[in-house]
Nanobody, 122 residues
Framework: QVQLVESGGGSVQAGGSLSLSCVVYGYSASYATMGWFRQVPGKEREGVAAIDSDGATSYAESVKGRFTISKDNAKNTLSLQMNSLKPEDTALYFC????????????????WGQGTQVTVSS
């Protein structure tokens, strides 16, 4: 059974940084496209960033230049470094996996983590 466990959320002031991590159990991260999504209550879940099996990355326009996605295949771990955070980045962030090659715009995950809250105050 595939499980994704996120960690690293928290509260920070605008302009600050946070790092999220996601450990994948039951599937090799090296074969997957992995990504981060976020959701605010009352709004649809949106894609933030993805990295495919070849290491190609893709980002939502709203986070380009501020967020960096990476993965460690040996540790089966996905990371998201978030810099220059804005109040509009406040959301519940989810880690997700698909075994199809995809970008963040085309990714349709088979598995999701439980989410970790990120709160950015002004």
């Amino acid at each position: 059974q595939v499980q994704l466990v996120e960690s690293g959320g928290g509260s920070v002031q605008a302009g600050g940084s946070l790092s999220l991590s996601c450990v994948v159990y039951g599937y090799s991260a090296s074969y997957a496209t992995m990504g981060w999504f976020r959701q605010v209550p009352g709004k649809e879940r949106e894609g933030v960033a993805a990295i495919d099996s070849d290491g190609a990355t893709s980002y939502a326009e709203s986070v380009k230049g501020r967020f960096t996605i990476s993965k460690d295949n040996a540790k089966n771990t996905l990371s998201l470094q978030m810099n220059s955070l804005k109040p509009e980045d406040t959301a519940l962030y989810f880690c997700a996996v698909t075994w199809r090659r995809a970008t963040i715009a085309t990714m349709s995950p088979q598995y999701w983590g439980q989410g970790t809250q990120v709160t950015v105050s002004s």
